[in-house]
């Protein structure tokens, strides 16, 4: 279960919220008792820090979380998630300290400083329950944490339990909670019904691909989000090296992050019309794989010639967006783990985005900061189209050299989102070291930055 605020009651424990520079003053201020205890503990208000301090009874009177100084906190995604998770377990409430600019972030990342993936094994300890501060909307910051967990908890989840049918329950799962539609395309009817590089890419598994297609809402600006769902990644001819195929369970990633991002959107009742495509496949090797040198044909009628079986996202998304592109939505957004070179760019914990609009870019980036949700825009530079034209085929799905490979993939997929307004995020997925608030594994990238930006940028 998602992490949710505790309910108001008189047992909670009172949270003072401390900046190193305001700490003496606030000391100072205190019974004599309360000033010997919070020093010898060596409490100064830094990040991260956390105490407990007792009452005249022996139990604890108040907590103390450290909130350092702007430029720690700068440093820091969630302050308040750090100390959460050196708190013992009770309830708390924020009595005095956090700004109220950043309440309702901070509270985010108390409550996911709670996710614990325990599908497989019985995880020990309780957390440190959080009241919802005055003037944060519980249900808005409570529903922005079930979408990161249900994120979290799809890319978690081991190939083995997460093929592309598992996938698809998922999404029809989150169709049903929400009252949305949901038609699927799978197997041979993907050829019949003119989906041919999702076939083509999932035909080698015994798990059959398919095309998920979600869809809520009814009037208002139109909105598709197309996520790459592919559920491992070998690499297909072109076979990963063993520690390359160790995380790609989170080849699915950008299908995880949309339908996390879909759940925002009904769960806020945004005035908007959703459409949600996940082109859904295993990338296998076995005598049906696909082949370096084939050339092949996509819907929207372009060739394909593939020179690296490895590049397979862009192909699966390709025949998503230019499905999605026969509608023209007011906004079309793909996300993907779609290339290494995203990486070596940005690291892993930035969310690189193409688009071609100034507007929308400056949207994003003011709610990225906002909301503790990084991103950090990519060109579509036009020089490099060249680069992903072979001379036999229209397009390449990998081309050589190995220079700009993110931004040569962003090229690729805008070929196939023909004129709608087109954004691409290339995320990585993944959290490879834990940090508060955000554990090591799965993780949502972009989503919240998105959800806040939609108001500004389709004018809701």
Known sequence: MPPVFAAPGPDSCPV???????????????????????SAQGFSGACGQALTVPDGDGGIGMALAGYGSAAQRARRRFVLAEAAQKLPAGTYRILSGLPAEDAASESLGWLLSGYRFDRYKETKG???????????????????????????????????????????????????????????????????????????????????????????????PTLTLVGKGVCFDTGGLNL????????????????????GLARMIMAAGLPLQLRVLIPAVENSVSDSAFRPGDVLTSRKGLTVEINNTDAEGRLVLADALALAAEDTPDLLISMATLTGAARVAVGPDLSPFYTDHDSDAAALSTSAARTADPVWRMPFHM????????????????????????????????????EARYMHFDIYGWAPSAEPGRPKGGALQGARALFAALPDMLEL
């Open 240 to 259: 990963k090296p063993g520690n390359s195929m160790a995380l790609m369970k989170k080849d699915m990633g950008g299908a995880a992050n949309v339908l």
């Open 16 to 38: 003072h919220v401390i900046e190193s520079d305001s700490f003496d003053s606030w000391l100072s201020s205190q019974p004599q008792r309360v000033q010997a205890w919070v």
């Open 383 to 418: 020089p490099y189209e060249k680069m992903i034209e072979p001379g036999i085929a229209d397009l390449d799905n990998a081309p050589s050299g190995g220079f700009a490979g993110s931004i040569t993939a962003a090229l690729f997929l805008r070929r196939f989102a023909g």
């Open 126 to 220: 309780a957390a440190a329950a959080l009241q919802a501060p005055e003037g944060v909307e519980a249900a808005a910051v409570e529903s922005l944490a079930a979408a990161e967990c249900l994120t979290r908890d799809l890319i978690n989840t081991p190939a083995s339990d997460m093929g592309p049918a598992e996938l698809e329950a998922a999404a029809l799962k989150l169709a049903e909670d929400f009252g949305a539609s949901a038609s699927v395309i799978t197997g041979e009817e993907l050829l019949e019904q003119n989906f041919p590089l999702i076939h083509t890419v999932g035909r080698a598994s015994n798990r059959a691909p398919r095309l998920i297609d979600l869809r809520w809402g009814t009037a208002g």
